[in-house]
């Protein structure tokens, strides 16, 4: 099962971008990367998925660079109601299980 | 409309009293899984089922069972809870077999054991 690492927290003002960049070094040939997104008290919501290079739906956009040992997940012009724990994952695949493990996320707090 | 649902929502007991926590989805998802969150420790995986009858470990199964007999229903049980289970958990579902992983989650189950 791929592990993930992701940094603890970050901090953007309202109308910034926010890049989140989460690593899977070990990531398997047919492994998925798919970020949720998690407001306190409520279930993860999934936000983006992707296999590889860019990613973009109405709410966010995902790069995948050719080697797939890292991922960023970008949020463009971020608001308030975005301040959210974030959860990089990957796997689900044949070749690794299907078993999913979310981590600990990424902590982002959103200030005007 | 799509969902899953937990009950309880809220549940409080004492240690070594069993008790279940029900999940239910009407999506026809082949994929269910339990989740507990803790404060510093994330989301982890208790049990995965793929299937009817076809359950597995997640991260952390100790303490916990599972089954799936119908495929809407994947209820959790801590036949003797110990403090030490005092969580958030929740309750997910997805389709299998696409390429997608999109999971459902549930509003989750807070079970305080004292």
């Known amino acids: 099962l791929a592990k993930t690492t992701q940094p603890i927290s970050m901090d953007s003002y309202e109308g910034q971008e926010v890049n989140i960049t989460c690593s899977h070094n070990?990531?398997?040939?047919?492994?998925?990367i798919t970020w949720y997104q998690q407001f306190p008290s409520q279930g993860p919501r999934f936000i983006i998925q992707?296999?590889?290079t860019k990613v973009t739906n109405e709410v966010a956009s995902l790069f995948i660079p050719a080697d797939r040992k890292s991922s960023t997940l970008s949020l463009p012009r971020v608001s308030l109601s975005d301040t959210a724990v974030y959860y990089c994952?990957?796997?689900?695949?044949?070749?690794?299980?299907?078993?999913?493990?979310f981590g600990k996320g990424t902590s982002l707090l959103v200030t005007p | 409309e799509a969902q899953v649902t937990q009950n309880p929502r809220y549940l409080i007991t004492v240690t070594g009293k069993k008790l279940t926590v029900t999940c239910s989805q009407n999506?026809?998802?082949?994929?269910m899984s339990w989740y507990r969150q803790d404060p510093g420790l994330g989301l982890r995986q208790i049990y995965y089922?793929?299937?009817?009858?076809?359950?597995d470990k997640g991260d952390v199964p100790e303490g916990y069972k599972v089954s799936r007999k119908e495929k809407r229903n994947f209820p959790l049980i801590l036949e003797s809870p110990s403090p030490n289970q005092t969580s958030l958990y929740f309750c997910?579902?997805?389709?299998?077999?696409?390429?997608?992983?999109?999971?459902?989650f549930g509003p989750g189950t807070r079970l305080t054991v004292t």
């Open positions: 994952l990957v796997g689900a695949s044949s070749n690794s299980g299907y078993a999913l493990n």
């Open positions: 089922s793929m299937n009817v009858e076809v359950t």
């Open positions: 997910a579902s997805s389709s299998f077999g696409g390429v997608t992983y999109e999971q459902y």
């Open positions: 070990n990531i398997a040939t047919n492994d998925y």
């Open positions: 999506m026809n998802h082949e994929y």
């Open positions: 992707g296999y590889k």
